[in-house]
T-cell receptor, first 116, second 110 residues
């Protein structure tokens, strides 16, 4: 595809349900990032992959959050036992280069999660 | 710790007026600064980065290490500049994620 693709675009979950959010980065992009954006806030870092290796997961808010990128391409962010405070837009971004400091981050449209 | 502050949540200016979106950062090392923009119903995208020292869509930003600022400026605002603007900070070494500010919504009034 031409850009970073995320699915689903919208997800409504009942509190306590598990959800899985998918990110399909631009082909060949080494780096993949997940960010969480609450209403009225800027994107907050969750986790970073370099190919299939998860190099930084310091931003994951709790052990209910889990991310993987098993083949170094598609990534899934899983949230177990969702809580209302998990309601946010989850953004995925990819970059051709290692890290994010010099290369441009290409963002997906985001997955908007609403937990009732 | 790295931190980015955008003091204005909303900035309204008339078309043709100058624009300055403020960004201050906190980082003890050598920073990499970026401005990202999100137009209505579009995805977040890079506007410019300080290392390039370029002008994009008439916008410029100068890194002032003494004042730890990276303000975004444009001499004459256009209606199509209306958008959310996010300042972002990275480090120039290591695989570190970008830290974003909370954003400023620019509204250009005709």
């Amino acid at each position: 595809g031409a850009g970073v693709s995320q699915s689903p675009r919208y997800k409504v979950a009942k509190r306590g349900q598990d959800v899985a959010l998918r990110c399909d980065p631009i082909s060949g992009h080494v780096s993949l990032f997940w960010y969480q954006q609450a209403l009225g806030q800027g994107p907050e870092f969750l986790t970073y992959f370099q190919n299939e290796a998860q190099l930084d997961k310091s931003g994951l808010p709790s052990d209910r959050f889990f991310a993987e990128r098993p083949e170094g391409s598609v990534s899934t962010l899983k949230i177990q036992r969702t809580q209302q405070e998990d309601s946010a837009v989850y953004l995925c971004a990819s970059s051709l280069v290692v890290g994010s400091n010099t290369g441009e981050l290409f963002f997906g449209e985001g997955s908007r999660l609403t937990v009732l | 710790a790295q931190r980015v502050t955008q003091p204005e949540k909303l900035l309204s200016v008339f078309k043709g007026a100058p624009v300055e979106l403020k960004c201050n950062y906190s980082y003890s090392g050598s920073p990499e600064l970026f401005w990202y923009v999100q137009y209505s119903r579009q995805r977040l995208q890079l506007l410019l980065r300080h290392i390039s020292r370029e002008s994009i869509k008439g916008f410029t930003a100068d890194l002032n290490k003494g004042e730890t600022s990276f303000h975004l400026k444009k001499p004459f605002a256009q209606e199509e500049d209306s958008a959310m603007y996010y300042c972002a900070l990275g480090r120039n070494s290591g695989n570190t994620p970008l830290v974003f500010g909370k954003g400023t919504r620019l509204s250009v009034i005709a």
